[in-house]
């Protein structure tokens, strides 16, 4: 079953200078913090490549060892960096038209990569993080969930939030919670 992290605060306008501020590194550690707490044997974590996103993702490894220790894999993929998926309904115009074609293959793509049921043969569940970008999210827990993928926009994702997928073994899905928040303290949630 997937866990999806979002990514946390950051500045500067382009991505190698996009790094995480002191409260988006302390938000990655309660992120990474929490995952350890609920006590699941991660198998694999997939990391976006855009730099916030590496940095979250080896702030959170810090926190869950037992993925290096153990020799699980650790990805870092382009499929899953920041972008516009989809034409959103409402229509929000924030990007120009050739970001949603040039994005939304590769969304999709990442999509159908990390969403399947597990392969025939295997006899444990499995438990991944990822750890990508609020747009990537949104779009993913539409299209795991059926809804219009055009609805994307009309979640909001907390910076360090959790959002979980399962995935059955009969391709029933749940998503057991979209942005969760609560390991955060008050003073720490953000929003970008």
């Keep these: 079953e997937p866990w999806y992290q979002r ?5 500067e306008p382009t991505d190698e200078k996009r790094v995480l501020t002191e409260l988006g590194r302390k938000q990655a ?3 990474g913090n929490r995952l350890a707490e609920l006590g699941v044997k991660y ?3 997939i990391i976006s490549t855009m730099t916030r996103a590496r940095e979250t993702g080896d702030i959170i ?3 869950i060892p037992h993925v290096l220790e153990e020799g699980h894999t650790i990805t870092r ?3 899953l960096v920041e972008g516009s998926p989809i034409e959103a309904i409402p229509r929000i115009r924030f990007k120009p038209d050739q970001y949603e074609f040039e994005d939304g293959p590769r969304i999709e793509a990442a999509f159908r990569r990390f969403f399947h049921r597990a392969h025939f043969e ?3 569940p499995s438990h991944e993080v990822i750890v990508c970008h609020a747009n990537v999210i949104r779009y993913f827990v539409c299209r795991a969930t059926q809804n219009p993928p055009e609805g994307w926009l009309r979640m909001s994702l907390a910076n360090g939030s959790i959002t979980e997928v399962v995935i059955e073994p009969n391709g029933q899905v749940y998503v057991m919670g979209v942005g969760d928040k609560g390991h955060l303290p008050a003073d720490m949630i ?3």
């Design 7 to 11: 990514r946390v605060r950051v500045h």
């Design 77 to 79: 993929t382009d499929i």
């Design 61 to 63: 490894l810090e926190q």
């Design 190 to 192: 953000t929003f970008n």
């Design 43 to 45: 198998s694999d974590v």
């Design 29 to 31: 550690e309660c992120t």
């Design 122 to 124: 295997q006899t444990t």
